[in-house]
């Protein structure tokens, strides 16, 4: 079975799968105005009573970032390590503040192309919260189960290829790379109501296309094969003439659906098609819910009382012989890790581990400090600018009618976890709208407390 949750609708397709043929037993399809997301997963499990479906739940990828790199090829004990040292120089956060997970593309050279997609944590409780009502088994990018159903209903796709998804509310490119999903860019425009006088919109947006594409191709240099995929009527909006005449080679994407039988109410959506192959194959590409999701064990046996105290005194002795090994056992371990990584190469990614680990600490979290500016912004106060630099204090640029307001937004700011030391730094009294022009400058966390420590 696989679910969704879109920005208008809850839908979900539940199918039997049998080698390369697929019998759907129902589609469903229900505005977001008419339910909520528990009664549509138990309206959906109702529907087929004494049955324990595999489950596979959908996200859209919006709030997450993909990035490449190559590492050198070391044994899959060694690789995690390797590829964490590596990630810390790529996302926009410390690694502790992200969830992020990674795939091996390609090996060439004793050299591994590792992709990453990568989220921060607090942006994905949304997800977590829904996944945990359904009591789902897997959750995936959207993106991850378009490929799988492009790769299962489509014979001309290669393994490597890009995917121009084209709706109302949203333009994707997709990148596949040895047929796994490498990369997500999300373009930034509505189709919903293109007149045509915003056509050189549409060219700007082909441009943007162009640019992007134009960063991959093939191994042997040549560009990668590009599809259409989408609604029909926004694909005509953006026409293959146009892409065309921009450079940009393109094929419609066809879907041979004859491979398909069962339920016809509905017409077979391909991303929740895509969520139950997962589903099936439990094979979950770029689970960024590792370490934050777990299915609820429903099935779990109670313990007769005696065998608990005969569990609970193993346990204790077990802790205790570890307690008392624990740091011979550490050493030796130590020791075998140093002479496996006594090489030049694993010399100098232990070094750039260590340096950014040092400049990771002190990246400030912009997410978090915005946040807390607009929870502390009275109302009547306007905040103009924010600036930033390293090893100095925080500048706030605003206005307000009464110079109270802005004492007001210091005092509030003041009380923020982080922020020390708020005080007005430059206060004016604009000529238009008889408005009051403040600075605020503050200290936050130990961004700006290291400067001391480098004088």
């Given at each position: 079975m696989g679910l969704s949750a879109g920005a208008l609708y809850y839908r979900a397709c539940v199918a039997q799968i049998h080698g390369n043929e697929i019998s759907v037993l129902k589609n469903y399809l229900v505005s977001k105005d008419k339910t909520d997301w528990m009664h549509f997963v138990k309206m959906v499990e109702q529907d087929f009573p004494g049955k324990t479906p595999v489950t596979a739940m959908?996200?859209?990828?919006n709030c997450v970032g993909f990035c490449r790199f190559e590492v050198p090829i070391v044994n899959e004990k060694q690789m995690p390590l390797v590829v964490a040292s590596q990630a810390e120089i790529h996302l926009p956060l410390p690694v502790e503040q992200m969830q992020y997970s990674w795939r091996i593309l390609a090996e060439k050279e004793n050299k591994a192309t590792v992709a990453i997609a990568a989220a921060k944590r607090?942006?994905?409780?949304?997800?977590?919260?829904?996944?945990?009502?359904?009591?789902?088994?897997?959750?995936?990018?959207?993106?991850?189960?378009i490929v799988k159903t492009a790769a299962f209903l489509c014979d001309t796709l290669k393994k490597d290829f890009g995917l121009l998804r084209?709706?109302?509310?949203?333009?994707?490119?997709?990148?596949?790379?040895?047929?796994?999903?490498?990369?997500?860019?999300?373009?930034?425009?509505?189709?919903?109501?293109v007149p045509d006088e915003q056509m050189p919109d549409?060219?700007?947006?082909?441009?943007?296309?162009?640019?992007?594409i134009a960063q991959y191709v093939t191994d042997n240099g040549t560009p990668l094969p590009l599809f259409l995929d989408g609604s029909g009527e926004f694909i005509e909006t953006v026409s293959e003439t146009l892409l065309n005449n921009r450079g940009i080679e393109t094929s419609r994407l066809h879907y041979d659906f004859s491979r398909i039988s069962g339920d016809e109410s509905q017409e077979v959506d391909v991303v929740c098609l895509g969520l139950g192959l997962i589903a099936y194959e439990a094979d979950v590409a770029y689970n960024l819910f590792g370490e934050l999701y777990h299915k609820i064990d429903l099935e779990k046996k109670d313990i007769p009382r005696g065998k608990k105290k005969i569990l609970v005194?193993?346990?204790?002795l077990l802790l205790a012989i570890f307690i008392a090994v624990s740091y011979g056992v550490d050493k030796l371990r130590l020791a075998a890790y140093e002479k496996q990584m006594d090489t030049s190469e694993f010399k100098q990614l232990l070094e750039t581990h260590h340096l950014r680990s040092i400049i990771a600490q002190e990246r400030i979290d912009i997410p978090d400090l915005i946040r807390k500016i607009n929870e502390s912004t009275p109302k009547?106060?306007?905040?103009?600018s924010l600036s930033v630099r390293r090893f100095q204090r925080v500048d706030i640029g605003g206005s307000c009618k009464e110079p109270k307001m802005m004492y007001d937004f210091a005092q509030a700011l003041a009380t923020?976890?982080?922020?020390?030391?708020?005080?007005?730094?430059n206060q004016d009294s604009g000529e238009k709208n008889k408005?009051?022009?403040f600075k605020l400058t503050f200290d936050y966390k130990n961004f700006t407390d290291k400067r001391k420590t480098f004088r």
């Open positions: 959908g996200f859209e990828d607090d942006m994905l409780s949304g997800v977590i919260n829904q996944a945990r009502q359904a009591n789902v088994d897997a959750v995936a990018l959207n993106s991850e189960a084209i709706y109302e509310d949203k333009v994707k490119l997709l990148f596949v790379k040895n047929g796994i999903l490498a990369k997500v860019t999300t373009f930034d425009c509505d189709f919903s109501a549409i060219s700007l947006l082909c441009l943007d296309i162009q640019n992007v005194t193993a346990i204790c009547g106060v306007a905040v103009h923020c976890k982080g922020v020390e030391a708020v005080r007005v730094s408005q009051t022009i």
